[in-house]
């Protein structure tokens, strides 16, 4: 399977940026290096730090077996019951992780303070919804 990936973090003055980009690395085999880091400010004027990587095919396939196996069995679920949710029309697939539970050394699903991760498949892959199938198996096999 061909793949790309990009994922996003927004970093409150509040947090440890150094914590959650080892935790990203630790997770996920995201190199901090690999991030590119732009500050914004907030509604509120406050100080925010927006994290984003671009991953290749290889990283963006052990990205997705990791989630995977890190995802408790009531998460696949979900995930798998809203699955439409999570494709766009192009077939892209987007999770949200919960940002503090990774810090906590553990991956949940969540739309709040979250990790966005986007899969988006080669068009040559894409062909009749190769890649919704392959998600779909992947979730349901582990």
Known sequence: MTLSTTVHVVVHATEDITKILFKLNELFSIPKG??????AK????NEISLLRANCDDNE????LE????LLKKNEKNYLLASISDSFDEKDNFYIRLD?????NGMISL????SIRIRFKPTKEFNQNNKFRDHVI???TKK
């Open 42 to 45: 907030g509604h509120w004027g």
């Open 60 to 63: 963006s396939n052990v990205l």
């Open 110 to 113: 969540s739309n709040q303070d």
């Open 66 to 69: 990791k989630i995977n196996s």
């Open 99 to 103: 940002k503090q539970d990774m810090c």
């Open 137 to 139: 198996d992947l979730f």
């Open 34 to 39: 690999k991030f590119l880091i732009s500050q």
